[in-house]
């Protein structure tokens, strides 16, 4: 079956700008989280998803970053005023239901100008 | 405190040879996981093995497999007879109670293992 997409693959933007970025979890996967990867990091921990309502938005680093999961399948993470300390991979996973393991997406590489 | 640490931030090892990558973590959870996951340089995040707190034999999965020290918080990922497609970055998590039903992961900052023909 198919795996987690996420789109686009490459984002470049420049400051101060808006971006969305899509994940389309595996199918029947209840949980889904978004992590944001630094050059030469682990992932970091974004926020969490239990169907549609958010589990956990903890990680969120501040209140230009929101994400969505409407029908409890594909979520949307928007960033509002871009900055360019926010470029990174931003890497979305989805699992059955914790405790899983989760499965990864590809990744969005977002690049601020 | 750093929740998991991995401390070796590159490895070196010869095609066909076992090798060991270092993770140890800090959680007062009596209940959790630790999981190992490779990115090779396409990015992609690849689940490798788990093992849960309460497992009580080491979790192996071909040719990989965890050394569990719960005493030392310590779980290892052995690669066994390594293969020029080992070489890929190797991150080690674990995975906290957050609230009932709720759980966060954490990843630690990677070990890059190159293997040599």
């Known amino acids: 079956g198919a795996g987690v997409s996420q789109t686009p693959s490459n984002k470049v933007t420049e400051k101060g700008k808006y971006v969305e970025l899509r994940c389309d979890p595996i199918s029947g996967h209840t949980a889904l989280y978004w992590y944001r990867q630094s050059l030469g990091q682990g992932p970091e921990f974004l926020i969490y998803f239990q169907g549609t309502g958010a589990a956990d938005d903890s990680g969120l680093p501040n209140d230009r970053f929101f994400a969505v999961r409407p029908e409890g399948s594909v979520s949307t993470l928007k960033i509002q005023r871009t900055e360019r300390g926010d470029s990174a991979v931003y890497l979305c996973a989805s699992s059955l239901s914790p405790p899983a393991e989760q499965f990864f997406g590809p990744g969005t590489r977002l690049t601020v100008l | 405190a750093q929740k998991i640490t991995q401390t070796q931030p590159g490895m070196f090892v010869q095609e066909k040879e076992a090798v060991t990558l270092d993770c140890t973590y800090d959680?007062?959870?009596?209940?959790?996981?630790l999981f190992w996951y490779k990115q090779p340089s396409s990015g992609e995040m690849i689940f490798l093995i788990y093992q849960g707190s309460y497992d009580q034999q080491n979790a192996t999965e071909g040719r990989y497999s965890l050394n569990f020290q719960k005493a030392r918080k310590s779980a290892n990922l052995v690669i066994s007879a390594s293969q020029l497609g080992d070489s890929a970055m190797y991150f080690c998590?674990?995975?906290?109670?957050?609230?009932?039903?709720?759980?966060?992961?954490?990843f630690g900052t990677g070990t890059r293992l190159k293997v040599l023909a």
């Open positions: 959680t007062s959870d009596p209940s959790y996981g």
């Open positions: 998590a674990m995975r906290e109670v957050v609230t009932s039903g709720t759980y966060k992961y954490i």
